[in-house]
């Protein structure tokens, strides 16, 4: 007996059909035609990468989600491996900003500076699959590199709002904080050095546990009543606003450097200012992000609708120096394709065209001079701008018609013998 082949796809992957894959096409040339207004260039990397710089201790808890490839051909001796070095030299990136690392690192020489990157493509995570949640999903970077000064965390903030905008996404939420704020706390509570990660990994809870759960976590792990009390008094009384920030600055004199809370004010009065879409901006010091490779700014988009992250980014300054001995400024914003296009698809978003689309229903047999003539009109139809199909007419007419009125089809002309020289 044969074995069926399996219909569904593996888990965590997915099929896309038609009226999803509209969409998607349309918010990816949306995205590349508003990035390009503020000066990003398109680039592509490889979906494979070395292992050595997927497990370089930048991705933080994604390296332990790697697809890994094993060698090819001659070189993979399974018999003689000792260890997974011997079986795998690569894997499928898990996210854009390493790739575009080892790119820059490789062509900087051939680039402008600053360079302002726009960089679309699958990624992969044997992750969890849950809602909105893929093992290959899309990605959608724009990184700036080789500008130090915040206008690059303006620019990224400025350009993706004004993507979801174009979107039709309103009210969403932009919250900042800075890495540094974060040690500054923890230095000014009495955390070791040594135990900021730890301690940050408990403070990123705070949405799901809140001050209370953070607090007993902390106790449980062993640290000083005294210092915890300390350390969440200070979220309790910093205002999310640039008065927060000010505070802060005043606060923590001696352990947050005066040009982090100076920037940190400026990118959210300039953003404020000059922004083109309609949300809401402000700063929140339990805002962690688990990438250890951030070194400065950090930023997220939060939409009530989703419950949670649709977006993030932030300073990178340190990366890629990993790969070429000296540290490059970058910093990059990353949106959440596949769930922009879910929150898209449940509320039946249509998208929006100049151009209309017409049907032609042939009728069954029709001689090659009638089909001549159809497509003659075709042909002319495509060419004033509209989007055309021609159909065998079916059994059952009006269901078929109800169909390409679903897919848009708003002019339908049913061609028989009889009448096609009329039409």
């Keep these: 007996m044969v074995m069926a082949l399996k219909r569904k796809p593996v888990t965590g992957m997915k099929d896309i059909l038609p ?33 050595e710089n997927l497990c370089s201790k930048q991705g933080g808890d994604n390296e ?96 993706t709002t004004a993507l979801l905008g174009k979107l039709d996404f309103k009210n ?71 008065a927060g920030v000010r505070s802060c600055k005043e606060r923590l004199k ?8 100076d920037s940190l004010e400026r990118i959210i009065t300039s953003v404020e200012s000059a922004k083109e879409a309609e949300f809401r901006m402000f700063f929140d010091p339990t805002l962690v992000r688990g990438m250890s490779y951030y070194t400065g700014t950090i930023f997220e988009i939060s939409m009530d609708e989703f419950g949670g992250s649709v977006g993030g980014g932030g300073r990178y300054d340190k990366m890629i120096g990993k790969f070429t001995g000296q540290d490059t400024p970058a910093v990059g914003f990353s949106i959440g394709f596949e769930r922009i296009v879910m929150l898209l ?14 049907a032609f229903l042939i009728e069954k047999n029709m001689p090659q001079e009638g089909m001549l003539k159809v497509l003659a009109l075709a042909k002319k139809e495509r060419e004033n701008g509209r989007q055309v199909m021609i159909v065998n007419m079916k059994k059952n007419k009006k269901f078929q018609k109800e169909q390409l009125a679903e897919q848009g089809y708003t002019e339908i002309t049913e061609c028989y013998r009889d009448s096609v020289d009329s039409l």
């Excluded at 001696?254 to 982090?260: D, K, T, V």
């Design 345 to 358: 698809m449940e509320r039946g978003y249509k998208v929006p065209t100049s151009k209309e689309k017409k």
């Design 19 to 51: 009226g999803e894959m509209e969409i998607r096409d349309y918010v990816i040339s949306l995205i590349k035609e508003t990035y390009r207004t503020f000066g990003f260039s398109s680039i592509e990397t490889p979906c494979v990468e070395h292992i």
């Design 64 to 159: 332990k989600l790697i697809f890994k490839i094993l060698k090819r051909g001659e070189k993979l001796k399974l018999a003689e491996a000792k260890e997974e070095a011997d079986l795998v030299d690569g894997g499928l990136r898990y996210d854009l900003t390493v790739p575009l690392s080892r790119y820059y690192a490789n062509h900087s020489n051939e680039l402008p500076a600053p360079f302002k990157a726009l960089q679309m493509g699958n990624v992969w995570r044997a992750d969890r699959p849950q809602r909105g949640r893929f093992r290959q999903f899309m990605q959608c970077d724009i990184d700036i590199l080789g500008e130090p000064s915040n206008l690059a965390e303006i620019e990224l903030i400025l350009a």
């Design 172 to 242: 969403f939420t932009i919250r900042i904080n800075d890495r540094r704020f974060l040690k500054a706390m923890a230095a000014y509570s009495g955390f070791a050095e040594e135990d900021y990660d730890n301690v940050f990994i408990t403070l990123d809870k705070m949405d799901k546990i809140g001050l209370e759960g953070v607090a007993a976590e902390l106790k449980e792990n062993g640290y000083a009543e005294e210092s915890v009390e300390k350390y969440l008094q200070l979220f309790k009384e910093i205002t999310n606003d640039v």
């Design 254 to 261: 001696g352990f947050l450097p005066a040009e982090a809370a």
